[in-house]
């Protein structure tokens, strides 16, 4: 492989992994803008088997209760599979993900509600040759804290 090769090699894998970024920090910030830069309009959301189709569903189903909350989602460990033909790919990483109501975040005895999390997630290259999360697949591993915290609020 010549050095260009690699070069362009790297630079995909931290596109991609840019777009995982990205996506966990929409959460993180309540910014559906920075999640649809990302992310495929038909994309699937997959909670532990709770399913979601297209973002407009995934906005109002996760976001809009996600995201006006006191969160972060730590994501390390991303590994990235671009396939043969480099306009699809897969990944994976892992999460932890802290979660307190909003305005909470520095309450010492707020409730809250930990997660370690396995992200699984398909991409694809778009027209204009960005990387665009098409399914994203969240699998919990273990919880901590109060899981009423992850309940929408009235």
Not at 102 to 107: D, F, N, S, T, V
Not at 126 to 136: H, N, R, V
Request: proline share 2%; hydrophobic share 35%.
């Amino acid at each position: 492989m010549s050095s260009n090769e690699k070069l362009n090699s790297f630079l995909e894998r931290e596109n991609i992994k840019d777009s995982i970024y990205c996506i966990t920090d929409a959460f993180d910030q309540n910014n559906f803008s920075l999640m649809e830069s990302v992310c495929d309009k038909n994309m699937t959301f997959d909670l532990n088997g709770f399913v979601i189709q297209g973002l407009e569903e995934i906005r109002n189903k996760s976001l809009n209760v996600v995201g006006p909350m006191d969160t972060t989602h730590t994501v390390s460990n991303v590994r990235v599979d671009i396939k043969s033909d480099r306009r699809k790919a897969t990944a994976t990483a892992n999460a932890i993900s802290q979660h307190f109501p909003a305005g909470q975040g520095q309450e010492k005895n707020a409730k809250n509600f930990l997660a370690g999390t396995r992200y699984y997630f398909e991409l694809a290259k778009d027209e204009a040759g960005s990387w665009k999360i098409e399914k994203y697949v969240l699998k919990i591993i273990w919880t901590q804290g109060d899981i009423s915290v992850m309940q929408p609020s009235d």
